[in-house]
């Protein structure tokens, strides 16, 4: 069983950056790929980022590539999303998953999810 806690969400201007955390309460989070997906109101939950084992590969939406960094520190048991020049269409709910998946950016892959931070962004 994997509990998964994000934070770091907030109001910020467009233009602005956020850094959000994803905390796992599990005994290792090494053999779950991690991802980050979003939800704006009356919208499908899509994908923005997901990350490997090791950290050694990771993949964007293309609407957040170049803005967004997704890393993780396995020691910590933690996975980030750094997300840089944000805009207001990345207003939404952001939720952190693991899967056991080598990475996925299908939400169906994703065993475990969090209860999601709210990021607003201002234009």
């Known amino acids: 069983q994997v509990r998964l806690v994000e934070s770091g969400g907030g109001l910020v201007q467009a233009g602005g950056s956020l850094t959000l955390s994803c905390a796992a309460s599990?005994?290792?989070?090494?053999?779950?790929?991690m991802g980050w997906f979003r939800q704006a109101p009356g919208k499908e939950r899509e994908f923005v980022a997901t990350i490997n084992w090791s950290g050694g590969q990771a993949y964007y939406a293309d609407s957040v590539k170049g803005r967004f960094t997704i890393s993780r520190d396995n020691a910590k048991k933690m996975a980030a999303l750094q997300m840089n020049n944000l805009k207001a269409e990345d207003t939404a709910v952001y939720y952190c998953?693991?899967?056991?998946?080598?990475?996925?950016?299908?939400?169906?892959?994703?065993?475990?999810w969090g209860q999601g931070t709210q990021v607003t962004v201002s234009s």
């Open positions: 599990a005994r290792t989070i090494s053999s779950y790929a």
């Open positions: 998953g693991a899967t056991g998946k080598i990475y996925s950016a299908h939400k169906e892959d994703y065993r475990y």
